[in-house]
C-alpha cells in the first residue's frame, strides 16, 4: 500500500466534483483500437463497466473507486513473424532481393498497427480508498507505475495535488514541528546501510 497527502480542496460541491472528475476520466476501452495504453478510473465493485453516476464510490467520509492502466504487449516472436512474411510480400512485389531501412520501418509501423487491433489489452486494477477528512489517500499498490499514473491522473481529474507519504516526508507535515526541528529535517542526508569492503 502507498499512501498521499491530499494537498488542496475541490472547487464547488464535493460530491459532484469527485463524480464529474471521475466519469470525465473513466477509462475508455482500447481493445479495437491500434492504442497501446490508456488509463482511467473505474468503479471497485464493477472494473469493466466504470459508471459513476449512482454514486456508489461515496461511503460515509471516504471515496472508494479504482485506477485501471490498459495495456498491449505484442510478443516479439509475433511481431517477428509478421515482419518476415510482410517483407517477403513486399519483395516479391516490387521483384527486388533487399528493402531499404525506411521501408523496412513503415513496414514494422504497418504490422505493429495491424497488431495492436487484434491484441486485446490487459488490465491492471488497483484499489483507491480516498479519505476526505483526513486529506488522505491510499493506493493498494507499490508499483512504480502505478503512483506515477494516479498522480498525473489525479491533478487532470480534481486539480489536486499529492505527496507521497514516507517517513520524511510525514515528519515534514507533523503538526508539532518547529521551525528548527524542520532546519534539521532538511539538513538530514541519506545513510548507508551497506557494509564496505575494506580489503
Avoid at 125 to 137: Q, R, T
Avoid at 177 to 189: E, H
Amino acid at each position: 500500500m502507498s499512501r498521499y497527502r491530499v494537498e488542496g480542496q475541490p472547487e464547488g460541491p464535493l460530491l459532484e466534483t469527485v463524480r464529474q472528475g471521475l466519469s470525465r476520466n473513466a477509462i475508455s476501452d482500447i481493445d479495437q483500437q491500434a492504442q497501446e495504453r490508456t488509463i482511467g478510473w473505474t468503479r471497485v465493485d464493477r472494473p469493466y463497466a466504470p459508471s459513476f453516476e449512482d454514486g456508489s464510490f461515496a461511503i460515509a467520509d471516504f471515496f472508494l473507486f479504482a485506477l485501471r492502466i490498459d495495456k498491449k504487449s505484442i510478443p516479439v516472436k509475433v511481431v517477428q513473424k509478421h515482419m518476415a512474411e510482410a517483407e517477403a510480400k513486399r519483395k516479391a512485389e516490387t521483384g527486388r532481393d533487399f528493402l531499404s531501412r525506411n521501408e523496412k520501418k513503415m513496414l514494422k509501423e504497418h504490422v505493429l498497427n495491424v497488431l495492436s487491433l487484434r491484441i486485446p489489452a490487459t488490465p491492471g486494477i488497483y484499489d483507491i480508498l480516498w479519505v476526505y477528512p483526513e486529506n488522505e489517500l491510499w493506493l493498494f499498490s507499490t508499483q512504480k507505475a502505478a503512483g506515477e499514473a494516479l498522480e498525473g491522473l489525479f491533478a487532470k481529474s480534481f486539480k489536486l495535488s499529492l505527496v507521497r507519504l514516507f517517513p520524511y516526508t510525514m515528519a515534514e507535515f507533523h503538526p508539532g514541528l518547529t521551525d528548527a526541528r524542520r532546519d534539521l529535517l532538511n539538513k538530514l542526508t541519506p545513510s548507508s546501510f551497506t557494509k564496505r569492503d575494506e580489503s
